[in-house]
């Protein structure tokens, strides 16, 4: 029998399949990526370890907007005035000065209060917006029929963990006997502050019913009558919406039933001229 030798020429090297380019080399096995927030930090298999090392998101500073405060009034002297008024303050006030009105910016919420305070002693026409911790969020409410009581409607809310401040039913009164004579499904809900709007609106039931919710409706001042502001931060002349007169609409003696005199205008550069000036009026 014949022996077999193995010669050098029986070993060849193994060649690799040839690959295109672009393409990277693929392997029969399922890779495991490793994730690590330090390229020197030791690897891990696990996510939950890789999840617990990760710093959870800071949430975004929101700046506290102070609102103005609008001022009717011009100042005889306004650098002098204004380094009155800064001197009771911790931070200087900005003047956005308008053609008929003065617009002052304060960023502390304290001196946005001692400026508010000075102003309504000097008895100055004015008017403001509630700051932002004080801010009553409302909310237009349609969907629930006009027969369910507003009682339904704040019980079912308070289930939902959302406080309700008010709630009113939008009607039609007759002018004589004031009377509800219509009951329209539309509610007005007001928030206390700091309420979570966005909860409110994810709410889609209410009542046994689909309802839709509407941004807050426009205010109006109940006591000069003009729009965007309320009473509680108003200074300026009243105006009675039954009889044009200045004074309150609830000490007016005009009967009911009588169509509303009242018509919404802007004040003239005369009437601005007369109003009274800072500077004088401020200690």
Known sequence: MAEYRI???DFQPAQSPK???G???TSSGASSSFL???QFAVLSDSESEIEETRAPPKPPNRRTIIPPIVVYSLFDNHSATLK???DKLTSLVDVKSKTDRLLLYIKPSADYNILLSEIKSAKLV?????LPEAVQPRLVLKGIPSNVPEEDVRADLNN???QVARISELTKLDRVTQTVIIKYPIFVITFPPATDVRKVLQIRKLCHCIVTWDSRPVRQCFNCQSFGHSSD???EPSKCVKCDQQRASKNCNKPAGTPKMYQLRRRSPRQILRLPSISTTLP
């Open 84 to 86: 009155q008024v800064n």
């Open 23 to 25: 393409q990277l080399p």
């Open 19 to 21: 690959q295109k380019r």
């Open 36 to 38: 690590s927030p330090n």
């Open 7 to 9: 010669t050098p020429q």
């Open 126 to 130: 004015y008017h403001t917006y509630p």
């Open 160 to 162: 939902h963990n959302i």
């Open 233 to 235: 931060v108003c200074g």
